[in-house]
């Protein structure tokens, strides 16, 4: 029976960083394979960096480096909050729950762990667009427990379907507020 291995046993670890190295500055700066490939030619005289010894992986690295390329590692900052449409949707939408009173938590992390207990994506930026659906329907179920009416009609526009939730929701917040 044939012994099954990683492409990556044979590779020295420090020759391992350096072509993680140059594929993460390539990704960074947005190379598509054509330019990658001739920097690496330019530089190297290899079209492949897997062809390179440690010295020219290192050549590589600073040419993406002199490209705009910023090495630097931030060590345990977690990153900034998903910002493609659906989770600012979801995060708008758990914002203003919090208002109402539905949850007693409007942080970022509250709504990872909620997105996490309703569709199984332990962070909001790595759901996938049937996900994320499935994320606003949970919160707008909860709206439509709490009084915050979450149908509008078909014809209008998203910008108006958007003012009118926000109408909807401070007139709900004021009426709640009158009644104490």
């Known amino acids: ?7 990556n046993t044979s590779v ?10 140059v594929h993460l500055a390539s990704k960074a700066l947005g190379l598509d394979d054509d330019d990658y490939r001739a920097v690496l030619e330019r530089i190297t005289g290899k079209r492949s960096a897997g062809q390179c010894d440690a010295g ?8 993406f480096e002199r490209l705009g390329f910023r090495s630097q590692v931030r060590a345990t900052t977690r990153p900034g909050p998903a910002s493609h449409p659906i989770a600012r949707k979801a995060r708008a939408m758990w914002i ?20 996490k207990r309703q569709v199984g994506v332990d962070r909001l930026h790595w759901a996938n667009h049937a996900q994320g659906f ?14 915050w009416h979450q149908d509008v009609p078909s014809g209008l526009s998203a910008a108006e379907r958007t003012e009118l939730l926000k109408d909807r929701l401070a007139d709900l917040l004021a ?6």
């Open 1 to 7: 029976m044939a012994k099954i291995r990683s492409h």
């Open 12 to 21: 020295a670890p420090d020759r391992r960083a350096l072509l993680g190295k």
């Open 56 to 63: 020219q992986l290192v050549a590589i690295v600073a040419e």
């Open 96 to 115: 203003s729950l919090h208002q109402l009173g539905a949850i007693n938590d409007p942080s970022e992390r509250a709504l990872e762990a909620f997105c």
């Open 134 to 147: 499935r994320l606003i329907e949970a919160l707008k179920a909860m709206a439509e427990r709490h009084g």
């Open 175 to 180: 009426r709640r507020r009158a009644a104490l």
